[in-house]
């Protein structure tokens, strides 16, 4: 299944992103042929975009024909097909609904809230497929079906009982996991030293000080994006001198993770690009599959690992994984939590940016993510969640404003938040080498 780099610069010559990819030495695409797609299946323009109604909106792609549904409030957009779940049959305005939500189907009268994209016809039911909406930089928006919608149901395994011991993941630094899986150790987007982002952002968490042994040790690495708090070169040049063959995985996107490996001068030899939402089979228990983020597929990615049937899901960065279409009961979720990671608004001054309008509206963003991350772990229900992926600091003397004035949510904070609307969920927040041991978590959530 495995071709080699040669091999792929014919189908690379297919593919706008050649002159990025031809000169990597050592990269190699692992077969994409059944991979999840992301299919754009409407476009409006700006003019279109600003037309929208509050509510909810009827659109008819010109193309083909076929018809969508766009809800808009103060929140954004959501979108999806106009078919209906029960027998593909077309949803009109549901004249009974006064506050001009739901829809209503031609066929046998199933209704549909459009803003929550819940069914309430039958009652408590089914969820309507979404379509990411993607707004474009002159105004103008797209419609994006990822297809399949949920690829992890492909041959699925029964959860076997763990022992003690057989599934431990340390919490290193940031956003760098180290799974241990049976005889497998895995880890998760390895930033050990050095700033990131120029000299941006800094580790607030000193790492274990046998993280890089523990790294050059990996039997399989994953990075998730091109940012330079997961894709760290001052860490992969260190792991280059004394593990140049070790197995890396990252996703497919349009803009490849390694597009600086050749000017960086760091000999990796065996980087593996993976296409989405598609198994990789690493022994008899264990697998991942790397999905696709909603919001910005052509560069940010999440991953399932599974181990004997149990799942751990980290969404790490991603604005809106698999355009929040993810597995539920994992065993262990993690995700970032912080916020601030822009440098808008604190890096602007003059006219409206005073230092009040800019804490307001720090604030407000904040309490944003904190509701949509509790949300979007309350839905899925994992077992365990863990909040990471956001212990970073502008510690360079002359960030101090940016510093003192750029707060962030705290992982205290949302873990507070989820024990609050869902205790049956445990939460973890673990500091620099915390194990948990997943096997005996799951016997009983209060041991780790
Ligand atoms: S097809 Fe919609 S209710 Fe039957």
């Not at 599974?306 to 790490?316: A, C, D, F, W």
């Amino acid at each position: 299944m495995k071709k080699k780099y040669q091999q792929f610069q014919e189908l690379c010559c297919l593919c706008p992103c050649f002159l990025e990819l031809k000169c990597l030495v050592g990269v190699v695409f692992l077969d994409a042929m059944t991979s999840q797609k992301a299919k754009t299946v409407l476009t409006l323009n700006a003019e279109a975009v600003d037309s929208l109604k509050d509510g909810i909106n009827f659109k008819k792609s010109p193309e083909d024909g076929k018809c969508y549904i766009i809800y808009k409030n103060s929140d954004g957009l959501r979108a999806c097909k106009n078919q209906c779940k029960h027998q593909g049959g077309v949803f009109i305005k549901d004249i009974e609904d006064l506050d001009g939500r739901t829809v209503k189907c031609t066929k046998h009268n199933w209704k549909l809230n459009v803003s929550s994209m819940k069914y309430v016809n039958p009652p408590d039911s089914f969820l309507q497929d979404e379509l990411e909406v993607e707004i474009l930089e002159d105004g103008g928006l797209q419609l994006v079906e990822l297809s399949p919608v949920d690829p992890w149901l492909a041959d699925p395994r029964e959860p076997q009982e763990l022992q003690e011991g057989e599934v431990k993941v340390t919490y290193l630094t940031h956003a760098c996991m180290e799974l241990q899986l049976g005889q497998k150790r895995f880890m998760f987007d390895p930033w050990l030293k050095g700033p990131a982002f120029a000299r941006g952002w800094w580790l607030l968490h000193e790492p274990p000080a046998d993280s890089m042994d523990r790294l050059c040790a990996a039997d399989l690495i994953y990075i998730s994006h091109m940012h330079s708090d997961h894709l760290s070169y001052p860490t992969l040049r260190d792991l280059a001198e004394r593990r140049p063959d070790v197995p890396i995985y990252v996703g497919d996107t349009s803009r490849p993770v390694f597009w600086y490996l050749e000017q960086s001068k760091v000999k990796l030899t065996n980087i593996n690009v993976v296409p989405f939402g598609v198994w990789q089979n690493i022994d008899e228990h264990l697998r991942f599959m790397i999905l696709m983020d909603g919001v910005h597929p052509e560069m940010d990615t999440c991953i399932i690992v599974e181990y004997k049937g149990h799942m751990i899901l980290n969404t790490v960065d991603c604005t809106r994984p698999n355009g929040g279409r993810l597995p539920e009961k994992v065993d262990l979720m993690m995700s970032d939590f912080a916020g601030g990671a822009s440098g808008f608004p604190m890096t602007f001054c003059g006219g409206k940016y005073s230092d009040s309008w800019k804490a307001d509206f720090i604030k407000n963003e904040r309490k944003k993510l904190l509701n949509y991350k509790a949300t979007l772990v309350r839905s899925l229900q994992p077992k365990i969640y863990c909040p990471f992926a956001g212990y970073f600091v502008e510690a360079h003397p002359s960030d101090r404003y940016i510093k003192e004035t750029n707060h962030k949510n705290s992982a205290e904070d949302l873990n507070a938040l989820i024990n609050k609307f869902a205790p049956e969920i445990k939460t973890w927040t673990p500091k620099p080498g915390a194990v948990l041991d997943l096997g005996l978590a799951l016997k009983d959530p209060n041991n780790r």
